[in-house]
């Protein structure tokens, strides 16, 4: 990643955004007005250097995957002195997480057109040979264009990294939403992410998650075990249909070989659907 200690983009912080675990989100205005958002490595992790190599790593990818009308735009990165920064374009909107908290009828009324922009943008994703290992809503933000329609944007690529098959080294991502071979230490691709996906899509059709156990031991055993089948989303919800049903099942297949093997060709399944 570049060094540039004299940003191109000039800007006043106007507001701190939010404090994640490894960065901090601040709220900036240019000259002319636009709102961006600086994204800064926590001062506490300048010398971690497996953070700190996560954290421009995660900007190399968005700066590579930009601009997409579905991926959260990368606009500029460097150093402010030691600290690694990224300023992206500013989200007028929620996490999709946050959405489904509040149940906001947005998701509830067409849960499909939602899904489909998320398959599209994991899709670019992929088709650029990258993998997210971190797909989950809090990771999906939806804002309201001018003519009403909601758009759909992918974000947080620190975890993210080509997308050749391989074994991870360490266990990273949500718990709740990784695939059987992320929790067995297995090798590792694309089909990880379609798993992720069909979490997150069962969990907007019939508002609960297939795997969710009275802890995290439970909710692991659910995931990797041949022996726990989740409920068809049908059986939760009669009005879903039979080809929506069998996206999200073969997306939950546990043999990864099974499931679609890229979201590419999810994202035609979900087209027809």
């Given at each position: 990643?570049?060094?540039?200690?004299?940003?191109?983009?000039?800007?006043?912080?106007?507001?701190?955004?939010?404090?994640?675990?490894?960065?901090?989100?601040?709220?900036?205005?240019?000259?002319?007005?636009?709102?961006?958002?600086?994204?800064?490595?926590?001062?506490?992790?300048?010398?971690?250097?497996?953070?700190?190599?996560?954290?421009?790593?995660?900007?190399?990818?968005?700066?590579?995957?930009?601009?997409?009308?579905?991926?959260?735009?990368?606009?500029?990165?460097?150093?402010?002195?030691?600290?690694?920064?990224?300023?992206?374009?500013?989200i007028d909107g929620q996490s999709l997480r946050r959405l489904l908290q509040v149940k906001d009828p947005c998701?509830?009324?067409?849960?499909?057109?939602?899904?489909?922009?998320?398959?599209?943008?994991?899709?670019?994703?992929?088709?650029?040979?990258?993998?997210?290992?971190?797909?989950?809503?809090?990771?999906?933000?939806?804002?309201?264009?001018?003519?009403?329609?909601?758009?759909?944007?992918?974000?947080?690529?620190?975890?993210?990294?080509?997308?050749?098959?391989?074994?991870?080294?360490?266990?990273?991502?949500?718990?709740?939403?990784?695939?059987?071979?992320?929790?067995?230490?297995?090798?590792?691709?694309?089909?990880?992410?379609?798993?992720?996906?069909?979490?997150?899509?069962?969990?907007?059709?019939?508002?609960?998650?297939?795997?969710?156990?009275?802890?995290?031991?439970?909710?692991?055993?659910?995931?990797?075990?041949?022996?726990?089948?989740?409920?068809?989303?049908?059986?939760?919800?009669?009005?879903?249909?039979?080809?929506?049903?069998?996206?999200?099942?073969?997306?939950?297949?546990?043999?990864?070989?099974?499931?679609?093997?890229?979201?590419?060709?999810?994202?035609?399944?979900?087209?027809?659907?």
């Open positions: 990643m570049p060094d540039k200690t004299t940003p191109a983009i000039a800007y006043n912080v106007v507001r701190e955004l939010h404090v994640g675990g490894m960065a901090r989100l601040s709220v900036a205005v240019t000259p002319d007005g636009q709102q961006i958002v600086l994204r800064q490595l926590l001062p506490l992790y300048v010398l971690n250097l497996r953070l700190r190599r996560q954290f421009t790593n995660g900007v190399r990818i968005r700066a590579a995957l930009s601009p997409h009308p579905l991926i959260v735009r990368s606009l500029e990165w460097g150093s402010h002195g030691v600290v690694p920064y990224e300023l992206i374009e500013y998701v509830s009324s067409d849960p499909l057109a939602i899904l489909r922009q998320c398959a599209e943008a994991m899709a670019h994703l992929h088709d650029r040979g990258f993998i997210h290992l971190d797909i989950k809503p809090e990771n999906f933000l939806v804002s309201r264009l001018a003519d009403g329609r909601l758009q759909v944007k992918l974000t947080d690529f620190d975890l993210s990294r080509e997308s050749t098959p391989r074994k991870e080294r360490r266990q990273s991502g949500t718990v709740a939403y990784l695939a059987p071979e992320q929790i067995r230490r297995e090798v590792v691709g694309p089909p990880a992410d379609v798993f992720a996906f069909g979490i997150m899509a069962y969990e907007l059709v019939t508002g609960r998650m297939p795997f969710q156990g009275q802890h995290e031991r439970q909710t692991r055993w659910r995931q990797t075990s041949d022996r726990f089948i989740p409920k068809p989303p049908k059986a939760l919800k009669p009005d879903i249909s039979p080809k929506v049903d069998r996206i999200i099942a073969l997306c939950l297949e546990k043999d990864p070989a099974q499931r679609y093997p890229s979201m590419t060709f999810l994202c035609d399944e979900l087209r027809k659907a």
